[in-house]
């Protein structure tokens, strides 16, 4: 296709970062658009919700989670070698 190796390699790759890298948009529930880094996804049922949805699909707001004093689990993190 090019010539240059390298060329067709990068072209190859922004039209990846195109394509792909865009800020992928999510239909919410309450049939809000949000981009999906806005979003909260549901470890059991797998839906996405935006941040008013999460309140209710969740149980709490993070005002009832930081009033309730109970701290979210740290996940032990890997030594590094
Ligand atoms: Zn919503
Ligand atoms: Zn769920």
């Not at 049922?45 to 949805?53: A, D, I, P, Q, S």
């Amino acid at each position: 296709m090019f010539e240059d190796q390298d060329k067709a390699k990068r072209v190859i790759k922004q039209f990846t970062q195109a394509k792909y890298e865009l800020p992928t948009m999510i239909d919410c529930a309450c049939s809000r658009r949000i981009p999906i880094r806005f979003m909260y996804k549901c470890y059991y049922c797998g839906e996405y919700f935006c941040e008013k949805c999460a309140e209710v699909h969740f149980g709490k707001s993070r005002k009832d989670y930081k009033a309730e004093k109970v701290k979210c689990v740290p996940v032990k993190t890997k030594e590094k070698k």
